[in-house]
């Protein structure tokens, strides 16, 4: 007999979940296909929410506008090119790092 395992999930545009709602260990996947990703709640004093997965693609960053009730803010690590032509980042992949978004090319050239 074979076991089949649910995770957490939504279709959802947007949709992440506070990391209250998870426990140690748990994911929660997005799967709407212009928010896709894997999450998972880290071990920080203060949990975070973390995200695995693909880039975002977009005018604006990636969970700038969440839905009602879900976790605001983006995962140290996370990636975002930029589609917006009045953006001076447009054409640009950047990623999250503490508190700001950077330009990857930034890190890259440094190696």
């Not at 976790?71 to 001076?88: A, C, I, R, T």
């Amino acid at each position: 007999m074979s076991q089949v395992i649910r995770i957490k999930r939504s279709k959802t545009r947007g949709k992440r979940v506070l990391p209250s709602s998870l426990q140690e260990g748990e994911l929660f996947l997005n799967l709407h296909s212009d928010t896709p990703g894997v999450f998972f709640k880290d071990n920080a004093p203060v949990p975070g929410l973390k995200k695995v997965g693909s880039a975002h693609v977009g005018a604006e960053p990636p969970n700038s506008n969440p839905v009602s009730g879900n976790e605001f803010g983006h995962s140290q690590g996370e990636l975002w090119y930029v589609e917006n032509p009045n953006d001076v980042n447009h054409g640009n992949l950047l990623i999250f790092v503490g508190n700001e978004w950077k330009p990857v090319v930034s890190f890259v050239s440094q190696i």
